[in-house]
């Protein structure tokens, strides 16, 4: 019986590893997968071996080290002296698997990573980590193939996920009912993130760009998106003295409905942009992390439709720019300028050609299985 070992940790890898593993057991009907993951990772039948919810913290902390520590060395000492797998499969979340794989790679296990980390954005020295311990990387860029084997990295291409697994276009008029908006208006969508300290620095001046262009323009309405792992107490402080519509849980529907939206970056961005639908990217974080930011990126755009199409197809307004007056200018182009939004649009279409159409989870399970059969 052959074994896999899957490790995830935060929310995202844990749903793309669960597609992988979905398709594992049908190619590999008496396969054994264990993981640490969620409640996908679970649902496709993997056996836990610890839950991922303290994994995804974002910061840094002793706590959050600490923890990593421990569980590192749990899982490290149950793969090669018990589970003894023929494949581990690390999925994202970079800074815990890159440091497992280490110890992997002197046990002499095969590590594939699936959706590796993006070290064409920031800290490209770790590719050096990832041609030292990891025997292949399933890519999820098409222009990530290249690079890795630029350096002699064994590398599959296997499509990015979002292709086949983004639901199609809602119904306008369905959504508008289902949450009574008004159909004769525009709506703008904001997302201001899934983080605590995205919050702080960011739904205020979302919120105030918003009261702004509902003075300047009645014809435009505002919904905004919260979060699903946001508790309800630290969303709702930010919206006391305001009467805005929150959509929770409904992310894609909102996203393909709207005529505008105000995102934070993150993987929201293509989403958009598969939908079509023109967007703004306002980030601000804490001054000290953006300073390290700027130290270890490679490339000077953030948000993924750019750096897929390797030029500015949305604008991207950052730290100190994060203002009522620059968001506003910006969606009042999206909303008012015809032309502008007519060619806007056309370049979100090409950001989805450049991607390919496979199936990513069958294109990765395919290429584990083939090793596995080696």
């Known amino acids: 019986m052959k074994?896999?070992?899957?490790?995830?940790?935060?929310?995202s890898g844990d749903i793309h590893a669960s597609n992988v593993a979905k398709k594992l057991y049908e190619l590999n009907p008496d396969i054994e997968i264990e993981g640490i993951g969620g409640e996908n990772l679970k649902s496709a039948g993997v056996k836990l071996f610890s839950d991922q919810k303290k994994m995804g913290a974002v910061g840094i902390s002793f706590g959050i080290i600490f923890n990593h520590i421990i569980l590192g060395k749990k899982v490290v000492d149950y793969l090669t002296k018990e589970f003894k797998p023929d494949i581990v499969l690390l999925t994202d979340y970079g800074a815990f698997n890159l440091n497992v794989a280490k110890f992997l790679k002197k046990?002499?296990?095969k590590t594939f990573y699936y959706i590796p980390p993006q070290v064409w954005a920031s800290r490209k020295w770790r590719i050096k980590t990832i041609k030292k311990n990891i025997d292949e990387v399933l890519c999820i860029f098409p222009f990530e193939k290249e690079m890795y084997e630029s350096y002699g990295i064994k590398t599959h291409y296997c499509g990015h996920p979002l292709v086949s697994q983004l639901p199609p276009k809602t119904d306008r008029d369905a959504f508008f009912e289902k949450y009574n908006l008004d159909k004769n208006k525009k709506l703008v969508?904001?997302?201001?993130g899934s983080r605590k300290f995205e919050l702080k620095q960011l739904m205020n001046v979302f919120v105030k760009t918003a009261q702004n262009l509902e003075k300047l323009h009645p014809d435009i309405q505002f919904v905004i998106s919260h979060a699903p792992n946001l508790p309800d107490e630290v969303f709702d402080k930010y919206l006391r003295n305001t009467d805005y519509k929150v959509i929770k849980g409904d992310n894609h529907a909102l996203l393909s409905v709207s005529n505008a939206l105000i995102l934070a970056s993150g993987t929201v961005a293509l989403e958009a942009a598969m939908y079509n639908t023109p967007m703004i990217i306002a980030y601000r974080g804490p001054w000290l992390f953006y300073f390290i930011y700027l130290l270890v990126r490679c490339i000077k755009m953030v948000s993924l439709p750019n750096i897929i199409s390797g030029k500015i197809v949305v604008p991207e307004i950052i730290q100190k720019d994060v203002t009522v007056q620059n968001i506003t200018y910006e969606i009042?182009?999206?909303?008012?300028?015809?032309d502008y939004r007519i060619n806007y649009i056309n370049q979100l279409k090409q950001v989805s050609t450049l991607l390919s159409d496979k199936v990513s989870s069958t294109e990765a399970a395919l290429e584990i299985t083939k090793e596995l059969q080696n």
């Open 107 to 109: 046990a002499g296990i």
């Open 189 to 192: 969508a904001v997302f201001p």
């Open 332 to 338: 009042e182009k999206i909303l008012y300028d015809n």
């Open 3 to 11: 074994k896999v070992f899957i490790i995830t940790g935060e929310y």
